[in-house]
């Protein structure tokens, strides 16, 4: 449905009219019910919803809000992966990277990578090794790979050690918005007649006389009321989550997946000075560091810390943080300095747990894993953005034969993705939105007020706020400046300067108390806090300077 259309009904994309379906079709059986709304889940629920089945996809937090929207930003077969010999997920990966371009333009770009070579054997080395990858990539291929003399690399990276450099190497992956794209996932789902709900959290499972899982119990956190909801087939797409949904159908078995923590660091475009983004194919300990242009920033990254617990909010380690910056100093005439760092996050990996002994991350598959639990329950975890529609299929031909559904062939290989639009050839930051981009503008026609810049040094304006309230489902202030407008994670402090503008908006659209608004200020300026090396409160700071003055 076209964005002009969605304003003039009203967005399908509804929180209060899903909640209404379930409390009218309360006896109803679903044929699929979805735990977790990260691109796993919402992969899957799109996958569901558009062969035809009735889909019910529930998320404790926001969409997004764990591992989906703290990537690296890369559609990619994964050089590393080939390296290490895992031909068969790389081979799978570059497919679904030539899909995803294919079905959301808006979000998906071809991004060109240069190695930056300091020995001329390394330089045929990782020549050789991205010519395979890109006849892996067969009529998928983006661009050809191709050697560079060191004038050419200069070029390209005006601010890549020049000390000891022989020449380099360009190749080509992807590169897209992850949280904008789990909200068009989102938004594909509804249209295709699924029913999505955040803040909605799965407390226990149902099951049949025979021990068979016939539904979830669940409870909307912001109404507090408790849901029995029937389904034929419920997956279990949570993450680094996934333990605690088979523990509630069989307690104390091993767990499944260990969370493995990567962390990236966001500095000013200043530090790259080029569209092209710098990768580092072998880093002291044997990982892959990028440095790559997004959002008018640069992303730096990433790390691979294997942890032995899971949060909604895991936090860098210092360590982490100081490698990222040495790292990327070796390799950079300006080198960065904690100063320098805009914002910092951390994301978890749900990696499948290794045996006994061994604690390198490394060794660890990235490839996808599909379980059924001898009640029926469906677990999918595992795998990496790029081949969340792939995961999703397997998952969904698993869940047909347990559910014992009517067999419906998979569609998402073709369907466009929710915002779908070529990308314009003068872009302006409204491009993400897609074919959303329309409804936007059109909407400050209406209400000319919404113009406004939320802050001077950021192109988001009000209406972006409105519109991801209205159409986007998002419901605190952290839903829009993390994942809809992705300002935490670019500059926590520009975050937290927009924060009363943004708290305005919410409560007016969705109807909140003055009381409602003060906290979510403060618990976003708390959060905020936690993506930046020194603590900002612009309110403290005002203070501060005031009682200077007196």
């Excluded at 507090?224 to 279990?236: D, G, M, P, R, T």
């Excluded at 805009?342 to 490839?367: D, W, Y």
């Excluded at 936690?530 to 007196?550: F, G, I, M, R």
């Amino acid at each position: 449905m076209h964005s002009k259309a969605l304003e003039a009904e009203g967005s399908i994309f509804d929180r209060a009219k899903f909640v209404q379906r379930l409390k009218h079709e309360a006896t109803t059986t679903w044929d699929i019910i979805v735990v977790g709304g990260g691109a796993t889940g919402l992969g899957v629920a799109v996958d569901a919803a558009s062969r035809g089945y009735k889909t019910l996809l529930l998320e404790q937090s926001d969409y997004a809000k764990g591992t989906s929207s703290r990537s690296t930003k890369l559609v990619h077969g994964g050089v590393r992966y080939l390296a290490q010999g895992d031909v068969s997920l790389v081979y799978e990966a570059l497919h679904e990277r030539g899909l995803l371009l294919q079905n959301a333009p808006h979000l998906v770009h071809v991004q060109p990578f240069v190695i930056p070579s300091y020995s001329l054997f390394n330089q045929g080395f990782y020549g050789i090794g991205l010519k395979v990858y890109d006849w892996m990539a067969g009529k998928y291929r983006f661009k050809k790979t191709e050697l560079l003399g060191k004038k050419t690399v200069q070029k390209l990276l005006p601010n890549v050690e020049q000390n000891g450099l022989k020449g380099g190497i360009i190749y080509y992956d992807g590169q897209f918005d992850d949280a904008r794209l789990a909200v068009n996932l989102a938004q594909t789902c509804a249209e295709q007649g699924g029913v999505l709900l955040n803040y909605f959290k799965v407390t226990g499972l149902l099951k049949d006389a025979n021990g068979k899982v016939a539904g979830v119990k669940a409870r909307d956190l912001e109404s507090s009321e408790e849901f029995e909801l029937q389904a034929k087939v419920v997956i279990n797409a949570t993450g680094v989550f996934v333990n605690d949904v088979l523990q509630m159908d069989k307690p104390a078995q091993d767990p499944l997946v260990r969370p493995s923590q990567g962390v990236h660091v966001v500095l000013d475009k200043s530090f790259l000075k080029s569209d092209t983004a710098l990768m580092i194919p072998k880093t002291p300990d044997g990982r892959v560091l990028f440095a790559v242009p997004w959002h008018d920033h640069v992303l730096v990254g990433t790390t691979d810390t294997p942890l032995n617990t899971a949060s909604l909010e895991p936090t860098a380690l210092e360590d982490e943080i100081n490698f990222i910056l040495d790292t990327a100093g070796q390799y950079m005439t300006r080198k960065p300095q904690r100063k320098d760092v805009l914002s910092v996050f951390a994301g978890l990996r749900p990696l499948a747990a290794p045996a006994k002994g061994t604690n390198s991350t490394k060794e660890i598959s990235r490839s996808h894993k599909l379980i059924v639990a001898d009640s029926g329950l469906v677990t999918i975890t595992g795998g990496k953005w790029t081949t969340y529609r792939k995961m999703a299929e397997d998952t969904l031909e698993q869940a047909i034969a347990i559910g014992k559904l009517t067999a419906k062939p998979c569609v998402t290989a073709d369907l466009k993705i929710h915002g779908y639009a070529k990308p314009q050839p003068a872009p302006d930051h409204l491009e993400v939105y897609g074919s959303d981009a329309a409804g936007i503008k059109a909407l400050i026609q209406q209400r000319p007020e919404l113009s406004q810049k939320l802050i001077a040094s950021f192109p988001n304006t009000q209406a972006e706020v409105v519109w991801a309230v209205k159409h986007e489902m998002a419901r605190t202030i952290e839903d829009v400046l993390a994942r809809r407008m992705r300002v935490l994670f670019l500059n926590a402090k520009a975050a937290i300067d927009m924060t009363p503008a943004v708290a305005t908006i919410v409560a007016a659209e969705l109807g909140l108390s003055e009381a409602w608004k003060q906290n979510q200020i403060s618990s976003f300026i708390k959060l905020a806090n936690q993506y930046l090396l020194e603590a900002y409160d612009p309110a403290a700071l005002k203070e501060k300077s005031t009682s200077q003055v007196a």
